[in-house]
């Protein structure tokens, strides 16, 4: 718990001025802490998503510097305070100079969050800053830099090593001192915005998915109150609620930080958790001590061992006054953390220590994932038979067990046979045409001429309880042959059924090879954490759609992204699962006329990297269509007329503009509509200091730039 802060009496009245809606926040009234900051999420939840294209049409509302002081059209960069031209420098819409230029700032880098939306395009937290800069800040976290500073912006902004005492080690970004307390409301907002929304959040030096770590919050708290609420937060919040529809709690009522995250220590000790009684395959108890002082208590219950991933009603649960309370609808077989708070009037305890349970598996249930086929004889005359395996760790009751065949192309099964008697853990069960050679029939366990009577265009299915779990062939495709007159044997790394038929998971041997038949080999040390199916990428609106399918998953804790051998973003994997999954990431950070090459890993639980070099895509996206063409400026070095020699395609709107050496814009040079034909534009650098410069010539679809001498 942190100690509570002496907050400025400037702090209240600046939000005054915010023309906060009636009965807006009547909801978090009297609340405090974790009830208050769930409570705002509910008030500020569900805004209205743009698309990442509309930020920088919202940034004409939200982020251009007042026009009585700067002009019309100014963008106002945080980062450097250089000057913008709102709708000329906007970089995701041209490939250009990264000084003279300014992106969509993800504050909270897009990364920390799995670029998933709506975050990725909440205007809250994008602001416009310079491309250089933000390519400086990159996925740094924010603080307070110490002597060994890399980089400062025009401004002052610091990108180094944090200073001694901040409770973090390592690469900073820090801004001014102007802007540190818009930064610490914005990151109040993300943490709060999507409270219990974050299950598919990364972590990070400062994160830990939405909630912001204890060094981080004790910083921004000091940032937020050393630096009060700005006119420029208050204009801010007005265009963005009329954006999205939502509003900053923390710049209309700045108390609500301390009340949350700085709350004064509990004067009551936290109850003890203890250990879950009564543990079902559904539910357990959690239990917990007494605390004399309490009124109730709190029920934590999640999935994940920091919270992340609360199980529905119990982030938290008001038990009331009791020292125990019966948790149930839980998932069988699985790893459930619990804990506890207790309170009183105005006031909560410390959480108690975690609890650890896991739920039973029903009596006489199984893996079905790891019931499968293992092997299918489809040979000459009747020689046709069908392997099961039994991976799932216990004896299997094979009345739960189905096979159907599909013959031909048909949608509905020509047979289906129900087996019978017990399979053991690791054997397995051999079902053959009673007219199969003697080889086959001496392994047989069961007879059939019905579903045993496919030839290699008919697919097989395999269900578990009524549930498919495996499957040979494809059903409903033409009777083209897929296996016939074949033994297929499936590989000993895959480990679970696949309800999409995978052909690089069988090894294939030639007809009447009946020697496999009646024992199956796993290798369980064999690291396969997917069995990868598509991979694609298509060029959608100057942006990359990365698109991927997987057969099966094992153990996959996450997928890498790699464009151009250098590392771009990671996806959540599925973890382990015998069914299809579907994959997509959105690369916007593209330029026409360029071209990238994508690779992906995946990465399993024990951390083992498996790299699908195998299939690498490179794709390019189409170059704009160029309007004009720029020769080299003449004389150079000059002093100080210049010509500028200029072939015009199309007619077009053509400006030049001079820049110095660090992107800060030195003149507008000439502006003008030309028609199709050439030019020698002569340029007037007059009252220009000696120097080089960066001169940039712009049409509708062109922006280029050459380095220019003055000598006076």
């Known amino acids: 718990m942190r100690k509570k802060y002496a907050i400025s009496f400037i702090l209240f009245t600046a939000a005054l001025l915010a023309a906060i809606p009636a009965g807006y926040y009547d909801s978090a009234d009297g609340l405090n802490g974790n009830d208050l900051r769930l409570a705002l999420h509910n008030i500020i939840d569900g805004h209205t998503q743009k698309t990442y294209d509309y930020v920088w049409t919202a940034f004409a509302s939200t ?15 945080m980062y450097t305070h250089l000057d913008f031209d709102y709708n000329e420098d906007q970089q995701g819409n041209i490939s250009s100079d990264v000084y003279t230029t300014y992106n969509r700032e993800h504050s909270w880098p897009k990364s920390w969050a799995n670029e998933t939306y709506p975050m990725y395009s909440d205007i809250f937290h994008l602001y416009p800053t310079q491309a250089y800069a933000n390519t400086y800040r990159n996925n740094n976290p924010y603080g307070e830099v110490g002597s060994s500073v890399t980089y400062t912006t025009e401004n002052g902004s610091k990108l180094g090593q944090a200073r001694a005492g901040l409770g973090f080690a390592g690469t900073v970004f820090e801004p001014i001192d102007e802007y540190k307390g818009d930064l610490a409301r914005t990151y109040f907002y993300m943490s709060t915005r999507y409270y219990t929304e974050d299950a598919a959040w990364d972590t990070s030096e400062m994160t830990n998915k939405c909630e912001i770590k204890d060094w981080a919050m004790s910083m921004l708290l000091n940032w937020h109150h050393n630096d009060p609420v700005s006119q420029k937060e208050l204009d801010r919040i007005e265009a963005v609620y009329a954006i999205q529809g939502n509003r900053n709690p923390f710049i209309d009522h700045p108390e609500y930080a301390d009340s949350i995250w700085n709350l004064a220590s509990p004067t009551f000790a936290a109850p003890t958790a203890q250990t879950a009684s009564s543990v079902f395959s559904n539910g357990f108890t959690a239990n917990w001590s007494a605390v004399s002082e309490a009124s109730g208590y709190k029920l934590y219950v999640s999935t994940s061992s920091d919270f992340s991933s609360p199980v529905s009603g119990y982030n938290p649960k008001d038990v009331g006054n009791v020292q125990h309370d019966a948790v149930s609808g839980l998932m069988t ?34 893996d079905s994932t790891k019931i499968f086929f293992s092997e299918y004889i489809e040979g000459s005359s009747n020689n046709k038979a069908l392997e099961i395996y039994n991976g799932s760790g216990t004896d299997i009751d094979l009345s739960k067990i189905t096979m159907k065949l599909y013959s031909n192309s048909a949608v509905t099964p020509s047979a289906t046979v129900t087996l019978n008697g017990t399979l053991g853990n690791e054997a397995v069960y051999v079902v053959a045409n009673a007219s199969s050679a003697s080889a086959i029939l001496a392994v047989a366990d069961m007879y059939n001429n019905s579903v045993i009577n496919f030839n290699g265009n008919d697919a097989i299915e395999l269900y578990y309880h009524n549930a498919l779990i495996d499957i040979i062939g494809v059903v409903s495709t033409s009777t083209a042959d897929f296996a016939k007159d074949v033994t297929l044997v499936r590989k000993p790394e895959i480990l679970h059924g696949n309800t999409t038929y995978t052909v690089s ?141 200029l072939e015009v395609q199309e007619a077009a709107d053509v400006s030049v503009l001079l820049y110095d050496i660090r992107g800060r814009k030195m003149r507008d040079v000439l502006s003008g509509y030309y028609t199709g034909g050439t030019y020698d534009l002569t340029l007037d650098l007059s009252g220009i200091p000696s120097g080089v410069y960066i001169l940039q010539v712009r049409s509708d679809k062109v922006i280029s730039k050459q380095k220019v001498l003055l000598m006076k």
């Open 505 to 645: 998971e069988w090894n294939s041997y030639s007809v009447d090879e009946f020697s496999y038949l009646g024992s199956h080999t796993v290798d369980s040390d064999t690291p396969l954490a997917i069995s990868l199916r598509t991979l694609s990428a298509t060029c959608i609106d100057d942006a990359i759609v990365l698109s991927w399918s997987t057969a099966s998953e094992t153990e996959n804790a996450l997928f890498q992204i790699f464009r151009n051998n250098e590392f771009l973003t990671s996806i959540p994997g599925g973890g382990t699962t015998s069914v299809t999954n579907y994959y997509e990431y959105i690369d916007r950070d593209v330029f026409p006329g360029n071209t990238y090459t994508y690779i992906l890993t995946d990465v399993a639980y024990n951390g083992d990297v498996c790299l699908h070099d195998e299939q690498e895509l490179t794709i390019s996206i189409p170059g704009k269509k160029k309007n004009i063409r720029t020769g080299s400026v003449y004389p150079n070095p000059g002093n100080p007329a210049m010509t500028l020699p």
């Open 333 to 366: 077989s699985t790893t459930y953390y619990y804990r506890v708070v207790a309170y009183k009037t105005g006031e909560e305890s410390a959480y108690s220590n975690i609890i650890t349970v896991t739920t039973s598996a029903p009596v006489g249930s199984a």
């Open 63 to 77: 982020d251009v510097r007042p026009v009585e002081t700067y002009g019309p059209e100014k963008i106002w960069c």
